[in-house]
């Protein structure tokens, strides 16, 4: 692994519970006297191999790849497109929930006004705040969304990989193990203003990874998950020019000369059910991460999914 990325491989679950634990060995305060530990951020992936892409590039990626498998030519949408599309999306989003009464984070004519254009680089600031609403509501945005707690992370990978251990789906051909991606102290490793600039050859634009939050208050997904989210932004977009989708990995490895910022724990897949059964005794399951009778049903549903394994082994 590339010295931008730490990783670490874990056999067990019990082991990947104590290795994520905010007292164990990797993400545990380094100094006995230090009271508050470092706010470190956390996202899960059911296959190890998937990368850091937000999912409104994502499915970029997806329909140019689909059509390259087509036969067609298919080349990236230049910046300009993309960041139209995914204005129109978050515009449409907005002015329906509007038209349904629905509370919007931040309201303004400001924002309504806004919203009536693409601004560069995109997305602006004054959008955070819906997209985040947005993201946590299925809908693809150029955000990553982390957690502040590890646990989460985990169970959104363990879950997704334990309905492909008892059946349910298909999984990915060659998907062997789930992992957890973490950042490590941002604050700090990305500067004290939320982003770093990479110091370059003069004359050359400097890109910014920002860690951005968004109100709790009205988004009850996104206070139960310990919802956070990066956002990279690139130097001095040409509207004209082939949109960046590359994943934040690549990003950290091309654009800033820092050691250590990105960690990675994997676990075998076939370990999930139990990683599952293990965050549930946390209370770290789907009635605990989304609020609302649709989390019991996930809740219950993975105790299902629990004695569908438990029966087979």
């Known amino acids: 692994m590339a010295d931008h990325v730490t990783e670490y491989a874990i056999n067990t679950a019990e082991e990947f519970v104590e290795a994520l634990s905010p007292t164990g060995r990797i993400f545990g305060p380094t100094d006995r006297n230090d009271f508050v530990p470092p706010t470190n951020l956390f996202r899960g992936h059911a296959d190890a191999r998937w990368s850091l892409l937000p999912s409104a590039l994502r499915r970029t990626r997806d329909n140019i790849e689909a059509a390259r498998r087509a036969g067609n030519a298919a080349a990236p949408p230049v910046t300009l497109v993309q960041a139209t599309v995914e204005r129109n999306t978050l515009s449409a989003f907005f002015q329906v929930a509007d038209r349904q009464g629905l509370a919007l984070p931040e309201d303004s004519r400001e924002l309504r006004n806004a919203l009536q254009k693409v601004a560069m680089p995109w997305p602006p600031e004054p959008f955070w705040s819906v997209l985040a609403l947005v993201q946590h509501h299925g809908l693809p945005t150029r955000l990553l969304d982390w957690s502040r707690s590890a646990y989460a992370a985990a169970y959104f990978a363990a879950v997704d990989a334990t309905r492909w251990v008892v059946g349910r789906k298909q999984p990915p051909a060659g998907a062997t193990h789930l992992a957890v991606w973490a950042i490590t102290d941002p604050y700090v490793k990305l500067g004290v203003e939320l982003f770093i600039r990479q110091?370059?050859?003069?004359?050359?634009?400097?890109?910014?990874?920002?860690?951005?939050?968004?109100?709790?208050?009205?988004n009850p997904n996104l206070h139960a998950q310990l919802g956070m989210f990066t956002l990279y932004n690139e130097p001095n977009p040409d509207p004209n020019a082939d949109v960046d989708l590359r994943p934040l990995d690549e990003i950290v490895r091309d654009e800033f000369q820092i050691r250590g910022v990105l960690e990675k724990l994997t676990l075998p897949i076939n370990e999930a059910p139990r990683l599952l059964t293990l965050l549930a005794r946390h209370n770290v399951n789907g009635a605990a991460l989304f609020p609302g009778y649709d989390g019991v049903v996930k809740f219950v549903d993975e105790m299902i999914m629990w004695e569908e394994f438990a029966a087979n082994v």
């Open 199 to 218: 110091k370059q050859p003069a004359g050359r634009a400097v890109g910014e990874l920002k860690i951005v939050t968004a109100p709790e208050y009205g």
